[in-house]
């Protein structure tokens, strides 16, 4: 066997073993900008596919192939939730203002898995805060990590 057919193998098992992106066992809630970052995404990488198999680039054609698998499966289990206006109880969808032992503030907006960033004010509905929070009102307390955090104002966004 040559050493350029072994090269090509090699890259051919490299390409096959992207493997996939891992899709969580949590119900997909999704807000409506959540929603519409999946369908963002959806329509950016068809592009970027087309593109990559024009140039016929197999690697790339691999990576967004695997991607669009991914957000297509995310898309089609997605569940669109919408806090109801006025609501007294933490859900899904809503923001969150909690005020620590130390008197530090924090704001949580709570969204889908996909859509969450932590450092922009956003935390997944399946993370332990989150968890800690639903179904509490104002001037109840959550505890993550043993730290107390208590709840002082819901909003619908």
Do not use: C, Q
Request: no cysteine; net charge negative; proline share 3%.
């Amino acid at each position: 066997m040559s050493r350029a057919f072994t090269r090509e193998e090699d890259s051919e098992n490299a390409i096959a073993g992207v493997g996939e992106r891992p899709i969580s066992h949590h119900r997909n809630l999704v807000t409506e900008r959540g929603l519409a970052m999946i369908e963002d995404n959806l329509a950016d990488l068809r592009d970027i596919l087309a593109k990559a198999e024009r140039r016929s680039d197999r690697e790339r054609i691999a990576v967004v192939s695997r991607d669009l698998r991914y957000w297509t499966a995310r898309r089609e289990n997605a569940e669109l939730s919408v806090p109801g206006p006025g609501s007294d109880l933490v859900r899904f969808g809503m923001g969150v203002t909690l005020e620590g032992d130390d008197g530090r503030k924090v704001h949580w907006k709570i969204v889908g898995e996909d859509e969450a960033d932590p450092a922009k004010g956003t935390i997944s509905h399946v993370s332990p805060m989150a968890v800690a929070l639903f179904g509490k009102k104002v001037g109840e307390i959550a505890v993550v990590n043993g730290k107390e955090w208590e709840i002082v104002k819901l909003s619908d966004n």
